[in-house]
């Protein structure tokens, strides 16, 4: 019943959207722009030079059509189209720069107002078209560049019309990214489009609520992703820049958020610069974050210690940052993982320890797999994730089912017993074990050394009796669980000593020993690195101990600690 209900509102809201795009086509257009636009959006001048060669990379996918308008490319899924149909590939043609990149960028957009600018096609949705408009708008000078007056007619024509279905539509997108988009290209065409002007104040009105509601008192959203929080501070700053171009204030609610977000996204980063891959999100586009936080003003880092569920560590030039807070719930949970008391390890400019990261680029099953607590840096009990998520995303939204599966309680606190130390834990497997995990994590003051300590246990009188009665019924001889180290594709790992520790090299030169306390059986196995913008996932190794509970609690000691003499692989114990 909920599928079908789920169903016929996409069917609604796509029919919706064919009418309001049919009925733009007939309403009032632009004439031009008020002020003459500037390109506020950055684009790879790599990947510009793969455009005009004919290698479309988008989604994980790659197609090779040299000489091939990109509209007639064969589409090997939904989100290589969203790519083409959001056309943020104008950024890289524009980087690029050249007369080749400028006359691909103008016949792409002038094909497309030729095939789809009727209201027809796949990319009359609110969150594709203000993602469009902004990208129109920024590159228009490119895009006009030696064109007659009737394709600046045409041009205009075609923003206008786009401009007006989103004033009819933007409500239609999702909340959190796909609405910012949508209202955020909203005002962009309201302030730059002779004829537009009076969509922007109620776009500006609705942007500022979707600010206060969107964007926690901390600075967070709902769907806890640090490269999603990137891309709305991102587009707040386009708006804020928009408004103070065309000699106009901000609203308080936007300078309020863009406030709230720069700290938490500080804490976010890594030592390296780059952003924790939590709940499907990635590193962020190279100099995004730099952009977005520069652009901001703020200089202020966060306080507290945890920042949109998340504890940041800090030794020396290494960076740890621990998902303390339990999964995305509700709507916002389509993306979210099992990543509960996972960590990140950064030593310098050179991640590594990671999370497998988001698979969705590479299909449903390597979507799926991302979203394991398998395919993370912690403990996860074998054949079972510390929250059970259920399928991938059902038309932008989460099955219901599944929105109660998840820790009811996640907790962490400072270590009495180390001024450095953090003590964190979760009941994630107490429904299905009768069993926590309590996690302590130590990074030595000069970020050479990480320990840590994983226990596996029925903590509370009704866990225990739930532990006895699962062990009694199933007749097991032991609860068996393994501890994932996952590491960047770019270390080099061995093991040493007998096979009783690893050595991992960085490519600085580095060499990281990892030891345990011997209760466990280590193992260095096969992983992925799961990498937006590559064609697949990328090798990798992880670091794994095992091991069974086997009287109600086991626990695990180990350390990750920086050899002082690089020459030598391994000191010995």
């Not at 599928?3 to 795009?21: F, V």
């Not at 793969?50 to 509209?71: H, K, R, T, Y």
């Not at 936007?254 to 500080?266: H, M």
Request: hydrophobic share 40%; glycine share 12%.
């Amino acid at each position: 019943m909920g599928k079908d209900r789920t169903r016929s509102s996409a069917k609604l809201g796509t029919a919706l959207n064919r009418l309001a795009a049919a009925r733009a086509g007939r309403a009032q257009t632009a004439t031009g722009f008020v002020s003459q636009p500037e390109p506020r959006t950055i684009g790879s001048y790599a990947k510009g030079r793969q455009l005009v060669q004919g290698n479309f990379l988008f989604a994980g996918s790659l197609i090779e059509g040299p000489g091939v308008n990109i509209w007639d490319l064969p589409i090997p899924g939904p989100a290589f189209e969203d790519a083409l149909q959001g056309c943020g590939w104008l950024d890289d043609l524009a980087a690029l720069g050249t007369r080749e990149a400028r006359l691909r960028a103008q016949d792409w957009v002038f094909g497309w107002i030729d095939r789809f600018g009727d209201g027809s096609g796949p990319g009359w949705t609110p969150d594709l078209t203000g993602r469009r408009l902004i990208r129109w708008i920024n590159h228009a000078i490119l895009l006009l560049n030696g064109r007659e007056r009737e394709d600046a007619d045409r041009f205009f024509r075609a923003l206008g019309q786009q401009t007006i279905f989103l004033s009819k539509r933007w409500a239609g997108a999702a909340c959190g990214l796909p609405r910012f988009e949508a209202l955020t290209g909203l005002v962009y065409a309201g302030l730059a489009l002779t004829g537009m002007e009076r969509h922007a104040d109620p776009a500006l009105e609705a942007l500022s609520r979707d600010c206060a509601a969107e964007i926690d008192a901390e600075g967070g959203i709902a769907t806890r992703n640090p490269e999603e929080l990137l891309e709305i501070l991102t587009l707040l700053n386009w708006a804020a820049e928009a408004l103070q171009t065309a000699g106009r204030t901000p609203p308080s609610p936007i300078l309020d958020a863009i406030a709230r977000i720069a700290p938490t996204l500080r804490a976010l980063r890594h030592s390296d610069g780059a952003l924790a891959r939590f709940h499907g999100g990635g590193r962020g586009p190279e100099g995004r974050l730099d952009t977005a936080l520069s652009a901001t003003g703020i200089r202020s880092v966060r306080r507290e210690p945890i920042a949109m569920g998340f504890v940041r560590m800090q030794g020396g030039r290494g960076s740890l940052i621990i998902d303390a807070a339990r999964p995305p719930q509700g709507d916002a949970s389509a993306n979210a993982h099992a990543s509960t008391l996972a960590f990140e390890l950064t030593s310098g400019r050179r991640p590594l320890i990671v999370n497998c990261g988001s698979g969705a680029q590479f299909g449903s099953d390597w979507h799926r797999a991302g979203r394991a607590t398998a395919s993370h840096s912690t403990l996860s009990i074998r054949g079972y994730s510390s929250s059970r998520l259920g399928p991938e995303r059902l038309f932008g939204r989460a099955p219901r089912a599944y929105l109660d599966k998840t820790p009811k309680t996640v907790w962490f606190k400072p270590d009495d017993l180390s001024e450095t130390g953090m003590i964190f834990g979760h009941d994630g497997y107490a429904e299905t074990h009768g069993m926590s995990h309590i996690r302590e994590l130590d990074l030595s003051v000069d970020g050479r050394e990480l320990r840590g300590r994983d226990t596996l246990g029925a903590m509370t009188p009704d866990d225990i009796d739930r532990f006895d009665q699962i062990f009694e019924r199933e007749g097991l001889r032991g609860i068996p669980f393994d501890i994932r180290f996952h590491l960047h594709p770019d270390c080099d790992a061995a093991l040493d000593l007998g096979g009783t520790a690893v050595s991992v090299a960085l490519r600085t030169g580095e060499i990281w020993i990892f030891r345990h306390d011997g209760v466990a059986d280590l193992a260095l196995e096969p992983s992925v690195y799961l990498e937006k913008g590559r064609i697949r996932p990328r090798p990798a190794q992880q670091i794994v101990l095992s091991s069974k509970v086997l009287d109600r609690a086991c626990q695990i000691g180990w350390t990750f600690s920086q050899a002082r003499d690089n020459s030598t692989a391994i000191d010995a114990p």
